[in-house]
């Protein structure tokens, strides 16, 4: 699921020059090696770069995987192994950054309705609770502290191998409080009593058979691709529900210590992005001078009020 699963990390596997019985580029030889191995190994590097953008694995991938090979290959050059980074390519460890779609309010309830009835509340919690697949799939009924309320401390980890593991959520500031909309929450309550079992550590969300749920089987159970290009939305993965969320959240002048706090941000620059983007205080800001503007002739200061021409000359 990493870079780690792209980048093959035993050296004689890689099969970089001069690292791993090739004949090490110590500092001790290498005035006689540097230029030939040197110049091999970029080679190398641009090669492997080139055969993983053209064998599908995506850009953003591939920039994850470079930037993990530099870093093995600077501690390489730390410990004498290499002379120099052979990773030396402008730009390859930059990830594109894409604008994710959002959807409307009214896209959401939709997309709820399309897919099977199980994940409906599951698409509705995840968007206007701003909760990572990993946090809203790990939920139990003791999360639900009470109505409207959920409570998240632990995140499913779906490894390579297929195995899911209960973990902590992705940063500190992940084990927080999390209020939802009225309408949801009765949802979510009418869910626990129907669907859920008494013990508190029964999954509120899970799989036809009733086990935690798997990205991909989800994918294919909610047949995903064709529902959310029914809506209008191709391509939508499920992350852009919580980027949909946090988008909502910034929409309604939350303060960006509150945004912080419902996003399980440590870092303020996720909050600052969406406050950026988000037109909701420019329009407050527009309507305000806009009554200004209306109130004009009402806000002139009377007679009274006008500064005699001594004070007007010692403001100026």
């Known amino acids: 699921q990493g870079s780690e699963n792209v980048l093959v990390l035993a050296p004689d596997e890689v099969g970089i020059p001069g690292i791993g019985g090739r004949g090490i580029d110590t500092r001790e030889n290498a005035e006689t090696t540097k230029q030939h191995a040197g110049s091999d190994r970029r080679i190398w590097v641009r090669g492997w770069r080139a055969k993983l953008l053209t064998s599908g694995v995506s850009a953003t991938m591939v920039a994850k995987a470079y930037r993990l090979l530099r870093a093995i290959l600077m501690t390489a050059v730390d410990d004498g192994v290499l002379v120099r980074n052979p990773c030396r390519i402008k730009g390859a460890g930059s990830e594109p950054t894409p604008e994710r779609p959002c959807l409307t309010v009214a896209q959401v309830f939709d997309l709820a309705k399309k897919v099977p009835a199980r994940y409906g509340l599951l698409v509705l919690v995840a968007a206007f609770g701003s909760l990572r697949w990993s946090e809203v799939t790990a939920l139990r009924r003791r999360d639900v502290l009470k109505l409207g309320v959920i409570w998240i401390e632990r995140a499913h980890v779906e490894r390579s191998s297929g195995k899911i593991e209960v973990g902590p959520p992705k940063s500190r500031a992940g084990k927080r409080a999390i209020v939802l909309p009225r309408p949801v929450a009765l949802l979510l309550e009418a869910h626990l009593k129907d669907n859920v079992g008494a013990d508190p550590d029964s999954l509120i969300f899970t799989g036809d058979t009733g086990v935690a749920l798997r990205r991909s089987n989800f994918n294919r159970q909610a047949n995903w691709q064709k529902n959310v290009a029914d809506i209008g939305v191709p391509g939508l993965h499920f992350h852009d529900l919580r980027h949909t969320g946090n988008v909502m959240a910034s929409d309604s002048g939350a303060s960006l210590r509150d945004l912080m706090a419902r996003m399980g941000h440590d870092s303020m620059r996720a909050a600052l992005i969406y406050q950026?983007?988000?037109?909701?205080?420019?329009?407050?800001?527009?309507?305000?001078?806009?009554k200004m503007i209306e109130n004009k002739d009402d806000a002139s200061p009377s007679d009274d009020e006008q500064p005699d021409e001594t004070e007007a000359d010692q403001e100026k």
């Not at 950026?276 to 407050?284: A, I, L």
């Open 276 to 290: 950026h983007r988000s037109q909701g205080g420019d329009r407050r800001i527009a309507e305000a001078m806009e």
